[in-house]
């Protein structure tokens, strides 16, 4: 059984057989295969290199003298190359100088041929034991060299006999200077005497001792290291050193102080803080609340360490937005609702805001952190407010119908003061075709008496012709009177007369229609088709003694759809805008008549229409201030500044249209209006 586990081992191992003798390479590889080795041969230097480099040898068996490089040779080539395997030489001359030399060159050891099987296998063993123990050996050192801890081995008095790297880093005493030192060196006098007492009493009672030190540095600094101690047993059992294992944690000790500190100070400060703070796990368990969270929902701290839910906190019936709020917080998903019912311990509830976000540790989502806002005084004040609000809006309400109504006067005292400025105008218009109608009547009442007196005459011979025939005398008589009344001239004038009389009453109706037609009233919101192109007429007819002595009217008013509209409001419009360019000309006092343009054209969804005068036009500074209410560019008690702004609430606010105003660098002013062709709700300013 023993043959057969050793046998299992060594199949893991690879020699090497390096030989020129054929006989004496197999007779070795035959030994070595019997053992249970795998192996390699070669049966020169040269061959013997190039394997080293490629194949994986655990052991060389290697002769001295060989063609091309020899045994020496080879093992001069392992030094340089820094190979680690065990080298056994073999040789058939009992050349002690050469066997030196071998072991001086790093050969494990020298075998003279032929080799006994026996001699041969305790060789391969312990050459292999050997090396594996050295490569232990050497890792354990490198591994306590290149350590990042400290390590001091002392004997059972606390002499110290080795240190690494690491303790020279940490306490600043190299190996040379720490050698035989007590390892109380390091003692700093802040551990008392009963500290060390139990630290020696654990130790050589075989047990490990592990805790925290305050120690001096060879600068005299102190350091906090935290140190395992174990006892080093003989073969009997007996103690004979301790190794110490020290890593310097002060600057970890600052940093604990420090966290400690922070944790204390924020715990500090979230007790100051009025509101509730919070933190919760991903699962919604709270693991930190605050001072007034704590006393606003009625909990101990000790409450709510127990695996306690931040549901228990909120009415069951927002429980579900809970969980989907912290689903949502979790993902960083906006929340739209952060307001809940919360729930106290003594089952009263309050409307509370929660705002949250999650904490992130390395890259991903560990819970949440947030803040609660106890809005139950900002319910009860938005509930009055509204109630306030509601008062006041029903206040605006009135006071807006007031101002409606007062805004509706404005507009008809406009209107009426327009009317009555164009009173006397209107009378002279009416008053001509009247006069003119007097003298015709007048006139005519005398062409009639004429007329009945010569009827008559022709009457009484008619009489008279009944019984004989008319005289000479009566017939020259009949004809003197036809010449003295001019009967062929009167009978010649009567046409004229009723025609000049016809148009006379025409034109007095036509006055009287547009008269009629701008005094009518619809209802103020009311929309009707209107023809805005009769529309100006109807303006330019009761306004023309306000332009005739002034200005020349040419109109382009092209063929245009009906516009739904107000037309009393729209006509007002154009009254003013027409009166505006009448006086602007006027007030140039100029020699000729100045001109009037009025066009209209169909645009799109809207009509256009514009108003242009060669006037004296508006100076850009008050350009942008002739809409405003009560500004005038009139001499004082000549205007009352709220036509335009009246033409303007009507165009804009109450029929959805523009108005504007443009002043050619040739000179007078056009002011442009847009109409909606379907009528529009009226829009308020806000």
Same mark, same amino acid.
């Given at each position: 059984?023993?043959? #057969?586990?050793?046998?299992?081992?060594?199949?893991?191992?690879?020699?090497?057989?390096?030989?020129?003798?054929?006989?004496?390479?197999?007779?070795?590889?035959?030994?070595?295969?019997?053992?249970?080795? $795998?192996?390699?041969?070669?049966?020169?230097?040269?061959?013997?290199?190039?394997?080293?480099?490629?194949?994986?040898?655990?052991?060389?068996?290697?002769?001295? &003298?060989?063609?091309?490089?020899?045994?020496?040779?080879?093992?001069?080539?392992?030094?340089?190359?820094?190979?680690?395997?065990?080298?056994?030489?073999?040789?058939?001359?009992?050349?002690?100088?050469?066997?030196?030399?071998?072991?001086?060159?790093?050969?494990?050891?020298?075998?003279?041929?032929?080799?006994?099987?026996?001699?041969?296998? @305790?060789?391969?063993?312990?050459?292999?034991?050997?090396?594996?123990?050295?490569?232990?050996?050497?890792?354990? !050192?490198?591994?306590?060299?290149?350590?990042?801890?400290?390590?001091?081995?002392?004997?059972?008095?606390?002499?110290?006999?080795?240190?690494?790297?690491?303790?020279?880093?940490?306490?600043? %005493?190299?190996?040379?200077?720490?050698?035989?030192?007590?390892?109380?060196?390091?003692?700093?006098?802040?551990?008392?005497?009963?500290?060390?007492?139990?630290?020696? #009493?654990?130790?050589?009672?075989?047990? @490990?001792?592990?805790?925290?030190?305050?120690?001096?540095?060879?600068?005299?600094?102190?350091?906090?290291?935290?140190?395992?101690?174990?006892?080093?047993?003989?073969?009997?059992?007996?103690?004979?050193?301790?190794?110490?294992?020290?890593?310097?944690?002060?600057?970890?000790?600052?940093?604990?102080?420090?966290?400690?500190? !922070?944790?204390?100070?924020? /715990? =500090?400060?979230? *007790?100051?803080?009025? $509101?509730?703070?919070?933190?919760?796990?991903?699962?919604?368990?709270?693991?930190?609340?605050? +001072?007034?969270?704590? /006393?606003?929902?009625? %909990?101990? #701290?000790?409450?709510?360490?127990? *695996?306690?839910?931040?549901?228990?906190?909120?009415?069951?019936?927002?429980? =579900?937005?809970?969980?989907?709020?912290?689903?949502?917080?979790?993902?960083?998903?906006?929340?739209?609702? &952060?307001?809940?019912?919360?729930?106290?311990?003594?089952?009263?509830?309050?409307?509370?805001?929660?705002?949250?976000?999650?904490?992130?540790?390395?890259?991903?989502?560990?819970?949440?952190?947030?803040?609660?806002?106890?809005?139950?005084?900002?319910?009860?004040?938005?509930? $009055?407010?509204?109630?306030?609000?509601?008062?006041?809006?029903?206040?605006?309400?009135?006071?807006?119908?007031?101002?409606?109504?007062?805004?509706?006067?404005?507009?008809?005292?406009?209107?009426?003061?327009?009317?009555?400025?164009?009173?006397?105008?209107?009378? &002279?218009?009416?008053?001509?075709?009247?006069?003119?109608?007097?003298?015709?009547?007048?006139?005519?009442?005398?062409?009639?008496?004429?007329?009945?007196?010569?009827? =008559?005459?022709?009457?009484? @011979?008619?009489?008279?012709?009944?019984?004989?025939?008319?005289?000479?005398?009566?017939? $020259?008589?009949?004809?003197?009177?036809?010449?003295?009344? !001019?009967?062929?001239?009167?009978?010649?004038?009567?046409?004229?007369?009723?025609?000049?009389?016809?148009?006379?009453? =025409?034109? @007095?109706?036509?006055?009287?229609?547009?008269?009629?037609?701008?005094?009518?009233?619809?209802?103020?919101?009311?929309?009707?088709?209107?023809?805005?192109?009769?529309?100006?007429?109807?303006?330019?007819?009761?306004?023309?003694?306000?332009?005739?002595? +002034?200005?020349?009217?040419?109109?382009?008013?092209?063929?245009?759809?009906?516009?739904?509209?107000?037309?009393?409001?729209?006509?007002?419009?154009?009254?003013?805008?027409?009166?505006?360019?009448?006086?602007?000309?006027?007030?140039? #006092?100029?020699?000729?008549?100045?001109?009037?343009?009025?066009?209209?054209?169909?645009?799109?969804?809207?009509?256009?229409?514009?108003?242009?005068?060669?006037?004296?036009?508006?100076?850009?500074?008050?350009?942008?201030?002739?809409?405003?209410?009560?500004?005038?560019?009139?001499?004082?008690?000549?205007?009352?500044?709220?036509?335009?702004?009246?033409?303007?609430?009507?165009?804009?606010?109450? +029929?959805?249209?523009?108005? !504007?105003?443009?002043?050619?660098?040739?000179?007078?002013?056009?002011?442009?209006?847009?109409?909606?062709?379907?009528?529009?709700?009226?829009? &308020?300013?806000?």
């Amino acid at each position: 059984m023993e043959k #057969k586990l050793l046998s299992a081992e060594n199949s893991a191992k690879t020699v090497l057989v390096v030989d020129d003798s054929a006989i004496s390479r197999t007779l070795v590889v035959h030994i070595i295969q019997k053992l249970g080795y $795998q192996t390699i041969q070669a049966d020169n230097g040269n061959a013997c290199i190039e394997l080293l480099n490629t194949r994986s040898i655990d052991l060389l068996l290697l002769d001295i &003298h060989m063609p091309g490089k020899n045994g020496l040779e080879i093992l001069d080539y392992i030094r340089e190359k820094n190979m680690v395997l065990p080298v056994i030489m073999i040789s058939g001359s009992s050349d002690i100088e050469q066997a030196i030399q071998s072991l001086k060159l790093g050969a494990y050891t020298y075998l003279l041929k032929p080799v006994e099987p026996g001699r041969l296998e @305790i060789t391969l063993k312990n050459a292999l034991n050997e090396f594996e123990l050295r490569r232990k050996v050497r890792l354990f !050192s490198a591994a306590i060299t290149e350590s990042p801890f400290g390590v001091a081995i002392t004997d059972r008095n606390g002499i110290i006999e080795y240190t690494n790297p690491g303790f020279t880093a940490i306490t600043g %005493y190299d190996e040379d200077e720490a050698r035989g030192k007590n390892i109380g060196i390091l003692k700093s006098g802040r551990q008392s005497r009963a500290f060390y007492s139990k630290f020696w #009493k654990t130790i050589e009672s075989g047990r @490990i001792w592990q805790g925290e030190i305050v120690n001096r540095r060879k600068n005299g600094e102190l350091y906090t290291e935290h140190c395992i101690v174990s006892p080093i047993p003989d073969t009997n059992g007996t103690i004979t050193h301790f190794i110490s294992i020290k890593q310097d944690v002060t600057l970890r000790k600052k940093e604990q102080e420090a966290l400690a500190e !922070s944790e204390q100070r924020f /715990q =500090e400060l979230a *007790d100051l803080v009025p $509101q509730p703070l919070f933190e919760t796990d991903i699962t919604g368990r709270i693991t930190f609340a605050n +001072h007034s969270g704590l /006393q606003l929902f009625g %909990y101990s #701290k000790d409450e709510i360490q127990n *695996d306690f839910s931040c549901l228990r906190l909120f009415a069951p019936e927002d429980q =579900e937005r809970i969980r989907t709020a912290i689903a949502s917080s979790l993902s960083n998903t906006p929340i739209d609702n &952060h307001e809940y019912t919360a729930l106290k311990k003594d089952g009263s509830t309050f409307p509370i805001l929660i705002y949250s976000s999650p904490i992130i540790r390395n890259g991903t989502p560990s819970g949440l952190r947030g803040i609660g806002l106890d809005i139950t005084e900002r319910k009860r004040s938005e509930l $009055q407010l509204m109630e306030l609000n509601q008062t006041l809006e029903e206040r605006v309400e009135e006071r807006t119908r007031e101002l409606e109504i007062t805004h509706q006067q404005m507009v008809l005292q406009e209107k009426l003061a327009s009317i009555g400025q164009l009173a006397a105008g209107l009378a &002279h218009e009416i008053n001509n075709p009247v006069n003119f109608l007097r003298i015709n009547l007048a006139s005519l009442k005398e062409d009639v008496s004429d007329l009945r007196l010569i009827l =008559e005459e022709y009457r009484a @011979i008619v009489r008279s012709a009944e019984t004989r025939p008319p005289s000479p005398e009566e017939l $020259q008589k009949l004809e003197k009177l036809e010449n003295q009344l !001019s009967i062929d001239h009167l009978l010649d004038d009567l046409p004229v007369i009723f025609d000049e009389s016809e148009r006379g009453f =025409e034109r @007095i109706s036509t006055i009287i229609g547009s008269m009629r037609n701008f005094s009518f009233r619809h209802a103020v919101d009311q929309r009707v088709q209107f023809d805005i192109n009769k529309g100006i007429r109807d303006t330019l007819i009761i306004a023309r003694n306000e332009y005739r002595y +002034h200005a020349e009217i040419e109109t382009n008013l092209q063929e245009i759809p009906m516009v739904s509209c107000n037309p009393e409001q729209i006509n007002q419009v154009f009254l003013n805008l027409i009166i505006n360019s009448a006086h602007a000309i006027a007030s140039q #006092k100029r020699a000729n008549k100045g001109t009037i343009t009025i066009a209209t054209s169909c645009s799109g969804t809207d009509v256009v229409c514009t108003v242009s005068d060669d006037g004296p036009g508006i100076p850009p500074e008050t350009r942008n201030r002739v809409f405003e209410p009560f500004f005038t560019t009139k001499e004082p008690g000549k205007g009352t500044g709220l036509g335009l702004s009246i033409s303007y609430d009507i165009i804009t606010r109450k +029929h959805g249209g523009t108005i !504007s105003v443009t002043c050619p660098p040739s000179g007078g002013s056009t002011f442009t209006i847009t109409l909606p062709l379907n009528a529009r709700k009226e829009i &308020h300013e806000p």
